[in-house]
Structures are given as C-alpha cells and as structure tokens.
C-alpha cells in the first residue's frame, strides 16, 4: 500500500495507517520533510518513510515498526511505548525525548540532547551524538557508536550510556564505570541486531549515574 503525500495531507494519512490491520506494511512516497508522519501507531504494522521526515516521526506509538529511508528531524521517536523507529541517515534534536520503550535507531549522527529524558528505551546511534546527549534520562540504555559531545549524561538518573568513540566531556554527575560481562553480552547483543559491525563491546566506554544528586544534601 502506498500513500503519496504530494496529494494526501499528514491528517488523512495518520488516520490511513491507524485504521490498517496488523500486518500490514504502507509506504509513504514524497514525504518532502513533512512533520508528525506516522505518529500515535497502535498496531503492529510497518510503514516505510521513504524520504526525508520532518519533525516528531514515529512518535507517540507502540507495536509498529517505521522505517524513515532519509534523515528525520527533532524528536524522532519522541514519547515511543514499544515497537521499532529507523532511521537510515542522520537525526536532529531530542532524538527518543521521553520514549518510554521500544527502540529507535539511527544509521548516522544524532545532533544535540538525544536520549533526552529517557524512560526505559532503548537507543542506538550508529555514529556521533551531539552534546548533552543522555539529559535527564531515567531509565533505558544508549549505545552510541561514535563519539559524544559535551555534557554526555549530565543528570542521569537510572539509564546507562555506552559509547565506542571518544566523550568530549561528562555532564553533571555522570561517570564512567567499569564494564560487567552483562553489560559486554547486551553491547554485543544490540550491534549484532542491528548490524552495528562497527562496535566492539569490550572496548566501549559505560557511563553511569554517581547518584550525588538523588538527595539533597546538608549545607
């Protein structure tokens, strides 16, 4: 099933791919950068964004697979429950802002405050991330396979940030940790499903809550 977006407008097309029965696989040709494409999906079905996607692709869903074949703008799998968002090139801001579960995917870099508040997904950049990526994220896993900027996991709270490059610098109360076998069998286990043949997992950087900002403490 295809969708083209040069004579259908985004409303009528969310619509299209929420009415869609599990199984179902829509490809939607000429997305020409637009926003909020394939946004609050609640069945397993997979769309194909086979372009450049605008703002917020694949937010707000659960159980479907999209699969943006371009580059996506801010908040690629913003607030994401479950299921799969992909994106083939490179990411804008707040990539995964809140998402809650699921996984998303970029092939290429992620700009600034990926991972942004993070709560419990799980978030794979093939390349680089900018800077403050891991903000305020409180549960979930980031494996990024390039470098970070600065600020990485300023305010972390219960996630964890792996990174196979180099860290630019640490944000507040972030700090790196030794690597436990669990966590060189869930690195392998990731690049392995997602073909991230780049990635050693016994030569990746963990990076953790120091949990000084858990409780105020005495003046």
């Not at 997979?46 to 996506?72: C, W």
């Not at 640490?170 to 076998?181: K, Y």
Request: proline share 2%.
């Amino acid at each position: 099933m295809d969708i083209d977006l040069s004579t259908t407008d985004v409303r009528t097309t969310n619509a299209a791919l929420r009415a869609l029965p599990a199984g179902t696989t829509a490809r939607l040709v000429n997305p020409a950068g637009k926003h909020n494409l394939a946004v609050g999906l609640t069945e397993p079905i997979t769309v194909e964004i086979d372009g450049t996607a605008g703002y917020y692709a694949g937010g707000l869903g659960k159980n479907a697979t999209v699969l943006v074949r371009g580059t996506a703008g801010w908040g690629a799998g913003e607030n994401l429950m479950s299921g799969l968002v992909q994106v083939d090139g490179d990411a804008s801001q707040s990539l995964a802002a809140s998402a809650h579960g699921g996984t998303i995917v970029v092939r290429g870099d992620a700009s600034l405050r990926a991972g942004i508040s993070l709560k419990g997904a799980t978030v794979l950049v093939g390349g680089d991330v900018g800077d403050h990526c891991g903000f305020m994220a409180q549960a979930g896993t980031i494996l990024i396979g390039g470098d970070a900027g600065r600020g990485l996991g300023d305010s972390l709270y219960e996630a964890v940030i792996y990174v196979a490059g180099k860290i630019k610098d640490l944000g507040a109360d972030a700090r790196i940790e030794d690597l436990t076998a669990e966590d060189v069998e869930l690195i392998a286990d990731l690049a392995k499903r997602h073909g991230f043949d780049h990635i050693d997992p016994e030569n990746v950087k963990r990076v953790a809550s120091a949990k000084q900002l858990y409780h105020w403490g005495s003046p």
